[in-house]
């Protein structure tokens, strides 16, 4: 298992609209996520049910062009971490060769 932590939330299983979604929690949750979210963010977003959440894939749907708009894409987990860790080995190799350099 890989555990993350999340850095963008917007209460989506408490701001619901009630039983049908409502334009107005699909507005909020989409604007809400697409202002905190950044390069490396993670977001958490609950998987609509029967009777709750159902305003979630419409905010997805809302949000991705926001993030678009902001030069940002929507990647697995998995993604993130292997960008990450190329990122910092990259740099490591590049603080290693600068220190042969030096020598």
């Known amino acids: 298992y890989r555990i993350a932590l999340c850095d963008a939330y917007s ?3 408490w701001i619901d609209g009630g039983g049908a979604p409502s334009a107005h929690a699909c507005r909020f949750h989409a604007r809400w996520l697409g202002t905190t979210m950044r390069s490396g963010s993670i977001a958490v977003l609950h998987t609509p049910e029967r009777a709750a959440r159902r305003q979630t894939l419409e905010a997805v749907r809302q949000l991705l062009p926001a993030l678009q708009a902001k030069g940002l894409r929507a990647v697995t987990l998995t993604e993130l971490a292997d960008e990450v860790l190329d990122n910092h080995m990259r ?4 603080g290693a060769n600068q220190e042969l350099k030096l020598r």
């Open 11 to 13: 209460a989506d299983p």
């Open 91 to 94: 740099a490591q190799l590049n």
